[in-house]
């Protein structure tokens, strides 16, 4: 697998900040967020949609940004991949005080074998206990019921109290 460098993207919306995370989280990210600390209003979304891979040295960088701006700031993160979702689950401290508002989700459909990363929202596909809401989708190729990579038992640890 060949690894995307890391990029950022950021817009402004009604006073807000909407922020694009993409490509890999690493050790060329940390300059970045620095920058991007001294400007974030008190309202954010950090949208890690395009986010495929965070190392060692992308998860300890990301807890010192995500504690330097979560003080006096509401942050919403939003389409978590599973890379993040795995780091997420076993370093809590990468969420600190944000919410996680919206997942991409791994699934493999076990008929045709087609790799999908489905969108769900929380309040609409899953609640705030580690359990879905809606029903697990079918596959757009062949319409079987896919399977998650990851099970809820597993999957949602993020939300684990305190
Ligand atoms: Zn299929």
Redesign the pocket.
Known sequence: MELQSFSMRIESKDGSALVFFSGTLNEEAYAQYVKLAESLPKSCVFDFGGVSFINSTGVRDWIKFIRLVQTGRTIVFERCTDSLIGNMNLMPYMVGEATIKSVLRNST?P??G?LDAILLVQGKDFDGNGHMLSDTPA?R??K?IVVWDMPDSEYFLFQRPG
């Open positions: 459909c008929k045709c087609a596959c190729t062949c079987t």
